[in-house]
């Protein structure tokens, strides 16, 4: 099978990011200036062959793909395993609130617990992990030989990094994950490889990083 190449993107910047607030899959939009980075990431691929754009359902995500689509000429198709992680009863809160609220969740939570799920319906990093391979998996295999672009969220990014990686769920992050950065990995039978990470060229570096959350 031929490999498929994967540029995957993280949505634009919301209010909710510069306040350092929980959105999980909460649907937010993007402010402003995350309409801008979703017109420049556009307009940086429009001359590149995409087969396909696939994209969270959340209106953060969908709305960055749209640009991106419009720009390539190819509809985007929605899939809710981009989703970004379920945070439970922590989203729409910061983390100063949660550290307040549930002192002791909080420090699983900043300890990357692998298997620790954020109360009342939250993921654990193990799940999210399974979702995002999985979903991945699934779309890249329908596009062997093209070049598609996914349109996600921080900790999906960060999941499909680890997973390319080979990096476990619970190590520290040295990798930045921004708003509208362009991410090139490659596709195969034998998994997933990383090509190229966080270009912010056609942003001039105007991005906000997902500080860890």
Do not use: C
């Amino acid at each position: 099978m031929e490999a498929t190449r994967i540029i995957a993107v993280r949505h634009g910047e919301t209010t909710w990011n510069v306040d350092a607030r929980i959105q999980g899959q909460l649907d937010i939009a993007l402010n402003d200036r995350g309409h801008w980075q979703a017109q420049r990431v556009g307009r940086a691929l429009a001359e590149e062959p995409i087969a396909a754009v696939y994209s969270s359902d959340l209106r953060r995500a969908w709305h960055t793909a749209e640009a991106i689509g419009r720009a390539a000429g190819v509809a985007v198709m929605p899939d809710p395993g981009l989703r970004e992680r379920h945070f439970g009863l922590f989203e729409g809160k910061t983390f100063p609130e949660i550290e307040a609220a549930w002192p002791e969740h909080a420090k699983l939570w900043r300890r990357r617990v692998p298997d620790w799920s954020p109360p009342e319906g939250g993921e654990s990093l193990l799940v999210l992990r399974e979702r995002v391979q999985s979903t991945v998996g699934r779309i890249a295999a329908r596009h062997a030989g093209e070049q598609i672009v996914l349109v996600a969220h921080g900790g999906v990014l960060d999941a499909l990094y680890r997973v390319a990686t080979g990096q476990a769920v619970d190590s520290p992050r040295t990798w930045e994950l921004l708003n509208g950065a362009i991410n090139r990995l490659l596709w195969s039978a034998g998994g997933l490889s990383v090509v190229g990470w966080s270009d912010t060229l056609h942003l001039e570096h105007d991005a906000i990083d997902e500080n860890k959350l």
